[in-house]
Every structure is written in C-alpha cells, then in structure tokens.
C-alpha cells in the first residue's frame, strides 16, 4: 500500500477500474482538498467518521480521580456551530461529486454532531435511506452522574438523492447473518478494545475514537460488493481500509495527521484478504439479473409452438414467436396468462407454467436459470 501525495492525484477524467495511484492508497492532506482531486463518480461507498465537536470544557476525571482520555485533540475542535456547519457541508459537497449515482454514504456520530449532519445531507439533496443505532456492550461510564450513560451512537445511511434506486443492498446476506431473521437497524457491538486497539510505545491510545472491525465489516457487508471502491475521508488508523481489504474491497483514505498514517499503513498491510470464493454472498432473486421471456425464445433455449402446461396438465397454450401465450381464444405474457387461467387478478409465470423434456414436466424458470448462467455469464 502507498501513501499518495495530492500533488500526484490523477486526472478527473481517469476512471477507477484502470487502477490510479490513489486506489488502495491513503491520501495526505485535508479531506476537502483531496475530495476535489479524486475523479467524479469514482466511488461505490463512503464511510465517514468525522471529527465530533464533543465541546469538552476542562478535563474530566473519573471518581478515583484519574483522567479520562477523553477527545481533545485539534482536529475535533471548531469555534461554533456555525464554523461545524460550514465545514461539514463543504466535506459532503465535495464527497457527493465522488460518488457514483449508485453510490451510498454512511456518516457516523454522536449526539454532538449528528443531527447537525443530518440536516446538513438533507439540505443538499441526499436522501437518507436508515439510520442505524450502534449500542454498545461497553461504553463507557457518565463519571459526574449527571445524564444517562452515552451508550450508543448513530450512523446515517444515505443515497445521492432520493430517485437513486440502484444502491446495493445485500438485504438476504444480511438476514443470512442474523439466522434468518431481517436485520434491524439497532447493531450491539463493543466498543474497540484488547488485541485490535492500535497504542503506542508508551500504551497509549494511537487514536481516541478508533472503531471496532466488526462495525465496519457488517457495514461494507450490507452495502458494497467485492472490487467496490470505498472511500473514508476521515482515515484515522485505518479500519476502513483493514476490512476493505479483508472483504475483497479497493479502498481510499484521506487522512492528514501522519502518526496515522503511519499507524493505518502498518494496519492494513498486514492484513490478509478472504479467499474469493468466500466472498460470495447469499442473494434473492432480486438481486438476479432480469431476463425477459422472449429472450428463450430469442436464443433457441425455447422453440416456438412449444405447448406449456401448468403442473396438473389442465391447460396447454402455445409459445408464439414474440414471446406470447395463446390459448383458445386469449393471448398474453406467461404472467397473464397464468392470471387467465385460474381466474385471478395476477400469476408468476415463471414458476406456474412447465414444459415437457423426457416425459417431465420442469419449470420455465429453469430454462431462465439457464439464460442467466450460459448466456448472461458468459458476456460478462
């Protein structure tokens, strides 16, 4: 993995599949600036985590005394709301030229900031598909007794606008991965702690607000596929690029503190992908590319003048040249037909009508099986 200088970026016209410099790379410099020189509609996915404006005031101490580090760095502090508000909408601004149409953005954050970034996604034209809860199992303590323990926060899952119909979600992984149930949007993960927590020389946290591996895999799980690009435009140590590159993803990063950078490349470079037969995902039907009726008949899989019969053998029409059914005196589509039939209002033509090979009767949804497999993968 390499560290891209801005000044390297190439050019806008370039597009991602002829593998620029800046994929699989961490860019330096301010996230704005870097947005503006990647290609537009380059991005499938973006994951940002970006500063929180916590507005702490003082240090904050636990009841023995000892001090909680807590965010205090100057990447997180702003003067008001009102220099928040600017920022965060110049950086949506310019990650929604990256992304593709298609493309998907997911923001997360805390009660500080969060609202504040909804409105600001709303206001230029995104369109906000979910919100997820992340609770944690272990978050930590309220030390002044004050308010109700901080125990979650939340992430916003938006399209480019609100026509965008073509985003991915792997709705039947994600019900595959939670025993086949629907997943919902409340996620219950720890907080990043023990082997995965990146510290210093001296046991320090190399990051404040470092999170988890499992957050992220379920994220780019959901919402991205094998050879997607993803972008994280707040990099911090990396765990974007880790499960990227773990799932079988290209990444990119902006990231401009070097400790870092520094820290994400080590990260990530000895992270070993999963094998790609393993990355295949359960998916329904769909997900599975259409294919028209006429298009058996288009490359010979079905003859016209074929007779079609319902699984009892009660009716038989025949298979016309354009892919309609005739029987007795109507003609339809395989789904209109099926409705004739038995006298009802709609019918999925695929699994209602059978043909005969071998003295069997099979459905014609095999025959589109088929299609897909020999004539769609084929050209792929």
């Known amino acids: 993995m390499s560290i891209a200088n801005l000044a390297d970026s190439r050019p806008q016209s370039q597009p991602a599949s002829a593998s620029p410099s800046w994929l699989n790379s961490v860019i330096k410099g301010d996230c704005v600036s870097a947005l503006e020189k990647l290609p537009a509609n380059s991005v499938d996915v973006i994951f940002a985590d970006p500063p929180y404006n916590l507005q702490l005031e003082g240090e904050l101490h636990r009841p023995d005394q000892s001090k909680v580090d807590a965010v205090d760095d100057d990447w997180d502090k702003f003067s008001d709301f009102q220099a928040y508000d600017a920022f965060t909408r110049a950086w949506l601004i310019a990650a ?5 149409p298609s493309g998907t953005i997911w923001v997360i954050g805390s009660y500080h900031n969060i609202f504040r970034v909804g409105t600001v996604l709303q206001d230029l034209g995104y369109w906000i598909l979910n919100d997820v809860i992340w609770r944690k199992t272990n978050p930590m303590p309220n030390f002044r007794g004050r308010r109700f323990t901080n125990a979650h926060e939340t992430m916003i899952w938006a399209s480019t606008d609100q026509n965008a119909k073509s985003y991915t979600f792997n709705y039947e992984a994600m019900k595959m991965a939670n025993d086949e149930i629907q997943m919902r949007s409340d996620w219950l993960f720890p907080i990043c702690n023990g082997g995965e927590r990146l510290k210093d020389e001296s046991g320090a946290k190399v990051h404040p607000t470092q999170k988890p591996e499992a957050l992220l895999h379920r994220v780019l799980m959901s919402s991205t596929k094998p050879g997607d690009v993803v972008l994280d435009p707040f990099f911090g140590t990396g765990t974007t690029g880790a499960v990227a590159k773990r799932l079988g993803r290209n990444f990119v990063g902006i990231e401009r503190e070097q400790d870092y950078i520094d820290a994400a490349t080590a990260r990530i470079s000895a992270v070993e992908p999963v094998e790609t037969p393993q990355l295949v995902v359960t998916s329904g039907k769909r997900a599975e590319p259409r294919v028209a009726f006429g298009s058996l008949i288009e490359t010979g899989l079905l003859r016209p003048g074929t007779k079609l019969f319902d699984s009892k ?24 037909m099926g409705a004739i039939v038995q006298g009802l209002d709609a019918c999925n033509g695929w699994t209602f009508w059978h043909y005969e090979a071998d003295g069997k009767l099979l459905q014609i949804d095999d025959l589109r099986k088929t299609y897909r497999k020999e004539v769609l993968a084929a050209g792929a």
Not at 96 to 100: D, I, M, P
């Open 96 to 100: 929604r030229r990256v992304l593709k």
């Open 313 to 336: 053998r009660r009716w038989d029409p025949v298979v016309r040249l354009d892919g309609s059914l005739e029987w007795q005196s109507n003609t339809g589509s395989i789904h209109k």
